[in-house]
């Protein structure tokens, strides 16, 4: 069992920068692959980034590529988006997730779809005012 907090959401201006955290305890957290994700009112949840578990491969959603930074730090279990250039387009709830990848080939894999996520966190609000 992983539980997940999500922290460092805010209130921005285009233009600015937030960085959201999500700690880990729990099972071992180097173990599992992370992703980010986000759902805007009266939206469906939608894929942001993600990580491996090894090797740190990265992917991200289009709409945040070249903006976003995904990473994660094992030692404090924690994984980390940065993001830069915010628009109001970005403003949502944010959700960080966990995957124990089942095979291990799939420990260098990144996961995008939401059914693909084990364990989730509360949400952190991100709000950007244009």
């Known amino acids: 069992q992983v539980q997940l907090v999500e922290s460092g959401g805010g209130l921005v201006q285009a233009g600015g920068s937030l960085r959201l955290s999500c700690a880990a305890s729990?099972?071992?957290?180097?173990?599992?692959?992370m992703g980010w994700f986000r759902q805007a009112p009266g939206k469906e949840r939608e894929f942001v980034a993600a990580i491996s578990w090894r090797a740190g491969n990265t992917y991200y959603a289009d709409s945040v590529k070249g903006r976003f930074t995904i990473s994660r730090l094992n030692a404090n279990d924690t994984v980390y988006l940065q993001m830069n250039s915010l628009k109001p387009e970005d403003t949502a709830v944010y959700y960080c997730?966990?995957?124990?990848?089942?095979?291990?080939?799939?420990?260098?894999?990144?996961?995008?779809?939401?059914?693909?996520?084990?364990?989730w966190g509360q949400g952190t609000q991100v709000t950007v005012s244009s």
């Open positions: 997730a966990a995957k124990r990848p089942s095979s291990a080939i799939g420990r260098y894999f990144y996961y995008t779809g939401a059914d693909d996520y084990d364990y």
């Open positions: 729990g099972r071992t957290f180097s173990s599992y692959a």
